[in-house]
């Protein structure tokens, strides 16, 4: 098998693959700026200002422990940590939201402690003790050194592809694959072997600032969040932007994180660096995953969106098995049927 694009999606089907003894074949053009590659790697079980359970998040979750835990025995290190997340209200409305559903969120909720003289929160707020945070920058570099020659540093031009309906060949390397899976998050928006996705990305800046003194392991979210990378240094984040769609970083950017992190972090902090990506978001938010409806020999899994860590190993195990034949993959999660037009 023929993986194209060695992100979050690429790099969990990898795994799945190897888990299982099959042979591939993952190509990656490293951009730094690929989503995982700046992407927080949160898990966080309550979302949004709706503060509604992540969809579908207790399935999800069993099949990224599992999954993580053979990666940390294989790679002999810690990748998918429990990282605590404290929520302050950013108004009323969500203070009052909260209070009406507590104990009806299905997951552990405790009560703010917090010190006042490095965070404000005059509305109060809440923890989230079972939150995790995956390493995703180094889950993705020590798991490509891991699977040493199967990985190639290239870029697929799928045009230049030969298409077969039960083989595709790459010409440039003169070899043949049963199937190659386009794991390209964002970049598969160019793809033009499938009928367009209903993608709807957005752009995310963050910044790595140096907060001396600081000293706080949790995940400060009010809108925009905190979290100590080491030592001093701490990244903050992050926008959304569904207009540009550039992995360029930008002024506005900068100035909507610091001024957003000004309303509750006390303490003064410098930025030492600012970069960008963007999520692959499609319109239903779902993923979507499965062999294209026309080549047996082309497949995708793409549609991460904003929530890759916790997602990418169950939608992985499903691609696998409808690869193989061995399973099938959710209704709502499948490619759609060939378009009239094409
Ligand atoms: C600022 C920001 C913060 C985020 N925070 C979180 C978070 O806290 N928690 C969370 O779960 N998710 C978060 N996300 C979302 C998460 O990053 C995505 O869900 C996930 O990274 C998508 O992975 P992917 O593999 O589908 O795509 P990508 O990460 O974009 O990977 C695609 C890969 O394919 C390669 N590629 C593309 N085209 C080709 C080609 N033709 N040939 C070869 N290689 C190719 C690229 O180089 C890239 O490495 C965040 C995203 C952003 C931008």
């Not at 891991?146 to 083989?167: C, K, N, Q, W």
Request: charged share 20%.
């Amino acid at each position: 098998m023929l993986i194209v694009g060695g992100g979050l999606a690429g790099t969990t089907l990898a795994w799945t693959l190897h888990f299982r003894g099959q042979p591939f074949v993952l190509v990656d053009s490293g951009d730094p700026s690929s989503a995982s590659r700046v992407a927080a790697g949160f898990v966080n079980p309550i979302t949004g200002q709706r503060l509604a359970l992540s969809w579908n998040y207790a399935t999800f979750l069993a099949a990224a422990e599992r999954f993580y835990t053979k990666v940390e025995v294989e790679l002999n290190r810690s990748l998918f940590v429990r990282r605590p997340m404290v929520r302050l209200f950013q108004n009323e409305l969500e203070r009052d939201r909260f209070t009406r559903k507590a104990g009806t969120f299905g997951v552990t909720t405790g009560a703010l402690h917090l010190d006042k003289s490095r965070f404000a929160a005059p509305l109060g707020g809440f923890e989230l003790p079972d939150a995790r945070q995956l390493h995703v920058a180094e889950y993705l570099r020590a798991s490509h050194a891991f699977f040493g020659e199967r990985v190639r540093v290239a870029r697929i031009d799928p045009t230049t592809l030969a298409v077969g309906s039960d083989h595709l060949r790459v010409p440039e390397w003169n070899e043949a694959y049963r199937v190659a899976v386009f794991c390209q998050g964002a970049a598969g928006r160019a793809n033009p072997l499938f009928d367009p996705l209903p993608f709807a990305p957005a752009k995310g800046e963050m910044l790595m600032l140096r907060i001396p003194g600081l000293n706080e392991d949790r995940i400060v979210n009010r809108g925009v969040w905190i979290v100590r990378e080491s030592g001093d240094i701490y990244r903050a984040g992050s926008t959304y932007d569904r207009n540009r769609l550039d992995t360029t970083p930008t002024a506005a950017g900068r100035a909507e994180i610091e001024t957003r992190l000004r309303e509750f972090l006390q303490v003064p902090f410098e930025v030492v660096d600012h970069v960008a990506g963007v999520r692959p978001i499609l319109d239903d938010r779902k993923p979507t995953i499965g062999r294209h409806p026309r080549w047996n020999s082309l497949a995708l899994f793409n549609g991460l969106g904003s929530k890759g860590s916790l997602q990418a190993p169950y939608f992985a195990e499903q691609l696998a098995n409808g690869l193989s034949n061995t399973g099938t993959i959710d209704a709502d999660a499948g490619l759609a049927p060939p378009s009239e037009s094409t």
